[in-house]
């Protein structure tokens, strides 16, 4: 097999036996275009494969190449959990992506994913909300790491490399590329997930200082609620 390409395949291991998430024989490049069925993004495949899995915990798959997992399956959802797991030496502590609740354990977590993901819908700041518009992907343009892009959020120039690994952080995620949708601040939910998406697997708490008053939230849902609220307008 070429080194540029990987076959797609992924099978997990617990003490019952081998526990096959999913099965695939599709051959994807590296420098390939996937798409996250988890959050909807679009990525390289390098990019999915090194570092967006661990944001789901590996939680996740290749829209059309890869079987949706079933988060009911607990036995499926532990071997995937310990096989992320036992790739990093830290402890690990894992925080819902529905409903940010935290746990620290991988019995504790898949079994809280069983009971989050039956309901259909989710409360923020007891508003419910459509799972469809905080998975709603906004990045439908894809960039060479090098090329130039231009931050839609404060219009400052940069090459894509920078933009993605250093200047979303500015921001907390909350921004766009130039010839992008814009992001709707009125879309609550779409802020929750873009504010978790960029959180590290182990942070439980993290202030957030508005761009637009400088005030502090200690909470990904305060935060956004204030955005929304208040400070987009101005």
Request: with cysteine; proline share 0%; aromatic share 8%.
């Amino acid at each position: 097999m070429d080194i540029d390409t990987v076959d797609v395949k992924l099978e997990v291991n617990d003490d019952q036996g081998s526990v096959t998430n999913f099965v695939s024989t599709n051959i994807i490049s590296h420098d390939s275009v996937v798409t996250c069925g988890k959050c909807e993004k679009q990525m390289l495949y390098q990019e999915y494969d090194s570092k967006h899995r661990q944001i789901h915990y590996g939680l996740c798959w290749i829209v059309g190449v890869e079987d949706e997992i079933d988060f009911t399956d607990t036995s499926t959802i532990q071997a995937i959990l310990k096989k992320n797991t036992n790739k990093s030496k830290a402890k690990s502590t894992f925080i819902c992506e529905w409903c940010d609740a935290v746990k620290k354990t991988i019995s504790g977590f898949a079994n809280h994913l069983i009971k989050c993901k039956q309901n259909s819908v989710m409360s923020v700041n007891n508003e419910v909300l459509n799972e469809s518009d905080v998975n709603l992907s906004t990045t439908t343009i894809t960039h060479d790491n090098d090329s130039m892009v231009s931050c839609g959020r404060c219009g400052e120039s940069m090459i894509y490399k920078e933009y993605k690994n250093i200047h979303i952080h500015t921001h907390y995620n909350l921004c766009w590329l130039e010839g992008e949708e814009k992001l709707d601040y009125l879309n609550e939910n779409r802020m929750v997930f873009l504010l978790r998406e960029i959180l590290p697997n182990t942070t439980v708490k993290k202030k957030f200082i508005c761009e637009w008053c400088k005030d502090l939230k200690k909470s990904v849902i305060g935060f956004a609620s204030h955005v929304k609220k208040m400070c987009h307008r101005t």
